[in-house]
């Protein structure tokens, strides 16, 4: 039998102008509703590295800058996942969908009028920017 372990995700909110970069999700858990750029770090791979992968191959952006916002455990849908997120900025190019079968739609968004429904590690992302915590337990 193998064993169970968590996964662990990183993303990164890019903020620009007071307002936020936001992905709808497309063909994946969570499907139809507002993330940042972000996925599952790989094996060798840093948290930060992951993003920067991340959002080369979803996005087509180079970014850094990077700020640590939050850590969360999260153990809901029958999923465990540790997810590590930072603020970050983008340091060349242009957000473009590059992953059209991952993404729907793209935008930049006031963070006072944000689109619903958020993917729940952003919505906590921008809790903790606005709380200053930066440690949550999340479970069904």
Same mark, same amino acid.
């Given at each position: 039998?193998? +064993?169970?372990?968590?996964?662990?995700?990183? =993303?990164?909110?890019?903020?620009?102008?007071?307002?936020?970069?936001?992905? &709808?999700?497309?063909?994946?858990?969570?499907?139809?509703?507002?993330?940042?750029?972000? =996925?599952?770090?790989?094996?060798?791979?840093?948290?930060?590295?992951?993003?920067?992968?991340?959002?080369? +191959?979803?996005? =087509?952006?180079?970014?850094g800058g990077f700020v $640590?916002?939050?850590?969360?455990?999260?153990?809901?849908?029958? &999923?465990?996942?540790?997810?590590?997120s930072f603020t970050g900025?983008?340091?060349?190019?242009?957000?473009?969908?590059?992953?059209?079968?991952?993404?729907? +739609?793209?935008?930049?968004?006031a963070l006072d009028a944000?689109?619903?429904?958020? $993917?729940?590690?952003?919505?906590?992302?921008? +809790?903790?920017?606005?709380?200053?915590?930066?440690? $949550?337990?999340?479970?069904?």
């Open positions: 039998m193998d +064993e169970q372990r968590p996964k662990v995700g990183a =993303g990164v909110v890019i903020i620009r102008n007071g307002k936020t970069l936001l992905a &709808k999700r497309k063909g994946s858990r969570a499907s139809g509703t507002w993330g940042s750029t972000g =996925g599952h770090v790989e094996y060798g791979e840093s948290p930060t590295q992951a993003v920067i992968r991340e959002a080369q +191959e979803e996005l =087509g952006i180079e970014i $640590f916002v939050s850590c969360t455990n999260m153990l809901k849908h029958g &999923k465990h996942y540790i997810d590590i900025e983008i340091i060349s190019g242009e957000p473009y969908i590059r992953e059209p079968d991952k993404i729907e +739609e793209i935008g930049w968004f944000l689109p619903s429904p958020l $993917f729940e590690p952003v919505r906590i992302v921008l +809790e903790a920017m606005k709380s200053g915590e930066h440690y $949550f337990e999340v479970t069904d």
